[in-house]
Each structure stands twice: as structure tokens, then as C-alpha cells.
């Protein structure tokens, strides 16, 4: 693939062979991806991006990083032209297959590690396991390469520094959001209840003079029509909030599976009053009962909590193949 093969808009969170190709592409061109060519479309790449847009003159509309028609379209413009001649003085790193360890009936054994750091096991676990399969195999390793708490931390380190902002990003707009539209229908609940209670304390009014006028104020159908009144309008109060509360955990749910419940913490979830109708006086609403609209469940880990994760596994192993052909392996 060839930078100008590029069709689909990128941006970061994506991965792929043509975020690859870009990634390599801007790397040749003199602008800097520490982590190299990784696939994955992180800080480091998107700054790259800008970078770039911003010497050549590109209107991004406001989304400085994001890869789209107008940066396809400058690139495509820049090759066709007969005065393009890109850079090729840095190498263009190949893309990272991870090795995958061998039996073998050597007596070589692979030290295991336990630091109380799944994550950190995990890394150095693996490091021993690569240097053991090739000390069996008959290579020869380089005796200076330190397998470290410390070195496999600066990895986990540097992955982290690459893909979280990005998601952080991502879950505080989503909670974010959230937390809007939370407010939003505890007002509209406000507004509907406001209205409603208007709208008993009217037809209380009416049924109240139409009473007087039949003289049967006093009469025993009196106290059965002013029954049926607040019967009915306690149905109507018990069906606003219900409606109100589904709506807030159709809402807090798609966020909670979505971001996870830990990005959920400091949510606040505003309250509904549950209304019962008074026939007393000019009538009223008076509050029986508070409900939070919505509380999260608790526990929950997010599809996009599960992709950071991933994204940092993938950049891990990335950074741990490139120290290693740097320790000559």
C-alpha cells in the first residue's frame, strides 16, 4: 500500500495497515512517531498529523489530526505534481508480528515472574519465555539484556502515554453527555408535572363549581367524582415518572456498557419528586416519595474500556519487539 492508496478517513482510535502506511509516511517526511509505525492511531500520530497540516497549508475545518478528503486530497495533489520528490532518507519500519514461542525438548527453563502486577508478569513472563526458546534453540543471547521490573514498566509507561488520552477524552465527553441529558430530563420531568398540577387544580376548579351549581357539594356522588379525579391523576404522576426513570437508565446504560462503570464515578444523577394529587383547598401536588433517576450498576467494564486495553496490550508488544531487535535478538 502506498500512501496515496488511502480511502478510508482517519482519526484516533483506529488501526489498521493504511494508519501504518500514514504513520510511515510522515516518519519518512521528518515528522516524529516515537513509538514508530505501530498501526495504531494514537496522541503521538495525531500530533504528527497536525504537524504536518499545519506546514502545509491545510484548512482542517477546525480537527487538526484528522486524516480526511481534504489531507487525501493535498497528499494526492503533492505526488501527481512533477516537483514531488518524497524524503526517503529515514527507513520505513516493517510491521510488528509478535513471535510466537516454540516447544522445545531443550532443558532450558523460562524464569517466571510475580511482581503483584498482572499486567507487569504478563510482559516480563513473556520476555523470559522468547530469551529461554532461543537459549534452546542454540542462538546466542546478548548476556547485557536486562529483563527488569523497571524496563517492562517503561513500557507499560509509554503505552499508557500514547493511547489514554484518547480514551480519556472519549469517556468524559461520554459521561459528559450523560450527565446532560440526565439534567435535561429531570427538567422536562420539572416542566411536565408543573403542568400537570395546573392542569388538576383546573379541572378541580371546574368540578368544584359545577357542584355548587347542582347544589351537591355535600352529596356522597360529590365524594366519588373527586375520587375518580385523583385516581386518575395519580395514574398520569405514576406513569411521568416511570417514563422519566426508564428513559434515564435506557440513557446510563448504553454510557455504563459503553465507557465502563470506574469512567462513571462522580456522576450525579439528579432526583425526581413522586407526586401524589390533594383535593384539599385549590389542590395540589404533594411529594410521596424521591427517586434518582438513575444509579449506576456497578462493576460494568465497557466495550471501550475493553479496546484501551487491547490498544495498550498492542502497543506493549510493539515496544517490546522493538528492544529487543535493538538488543540485537
Known amino acids: 500500500m502506498a500512501i496515496s492508496d488511502i480511502t478510508r478517513n482517519l482519526e484516533p482510535g483506529m488501526s489498521g495497515s493504511d494508519v501504518t502506511e500514514l504513520q510511515n509516511w510522515l516518519i519518512s517526511q521528518g515528522y516524529q512517531i516515537p513509538a514508530g509505525a505501530t498501526g495504531y492511531y494514537g496522541e503521538q500520530t495525531k500530533n504528527a498529523v497536525a504537524q504536518w497540516q499545519s506546514a502545509s497549508g491545510i484548512d482542517t475545518a477546525g480537527y487538526p489530526g484528522y486524516f480526511g478528503p481534504r489531507s487525501k486530497s493535498f497528499i494526492n495533489q503533492q505526488i501527481t505534481s512533477p516537483t514531488y520528490s518524497p524524503d526517503i532518507s529515514s527507513p520505513i519500519p516493517e510491521a510488528y ?6 516447544d522445545t525438548s531443550s532443558d532450558a ?41 523497571e524496563v517492562a514498566q517503561r513500557f507499560i509507561n509509554q503505552a499508557s502515554a500514547e493511547v489514554d488520552p484518547y480514551y480519556k477524552s472519549q469517556f468524559e465527553s461520554i459521561k459528559g453527555d450523560l450527565q446532560t441529558n ?8 420539572d416542566r411536565e408535572k408543573a403542568s400537570s398540577e ?7 376548579g371546574l368540578q368544584t363549581e359545577k357542584e355548587a351549581t347542582a347544589g351537591t357539594v355535600f352529596s356522597g356522588g360529590r365524594t366519588r367524582r373527586l375520587g375518580d379525579l385523583t385516581s386518575a391523576t395519580e395514574r398520569e404522576l405514576a406513569g411521568l415518572s416511570t417514563e422519566a426513570v426508564q428513559k434515564a437508565r435506557t ?8 465507557i465502563g462503570s470506574s469512567a462513571l464515578t462522580g456522576l450525579t444523577s439528579p432526583n425526581i419528586g413522586v407526586y401524589s394529587p390533594s383535593t384539599t ?10 427517586r434518582s433517576l438513575y444509579t449506576p450498576t456497578g462493576g460494568v467494564v465497557g466495550s471501550e474500556e475493553r479496546a484501551q486495553t487491547l490498544a495498550k496490550r498492542t502497543m506493549e508488544d510493539y515496544l517490546r519487539s522493538k528492544y529487543l531487535e535493538e538488543q540485537g535478538l
Open 97 to 102: 508480528t509478535p513471535p510466537v514461542a516454540t
Open 109 to 149: 527453563t523460562a524464569q517466571t515472574y510475580d511482581t503483584g502486577d498482572e499486567t507487569l508478569n504478563g510482559i516480563l513472563n513473556n520476555f523470559s519465555e522468547i530469551i529461554s526458546n532461543l537459549e534452546a534453540s542454540g542462538q546466542k543471547i546478548n548476556p547485557n539484556i536486562a529483563i527488569t521490573p
Open 182 to 189: 440526565l439534567n435535561e430530563l429531570a427538567a422536562a420531568y
Open 198 to 204: 395546573a392542569k388538576f387544580r383546573e379541572n378541580l
Open 251 to 258: 440513557l446510563g446504560t448504553t454510557a455504563e456498557q459503553t
Open 281 to 290: 383547598g385549590r389542590g395540589s401536588y404533594t411529594t410521596s416519595q424521591i
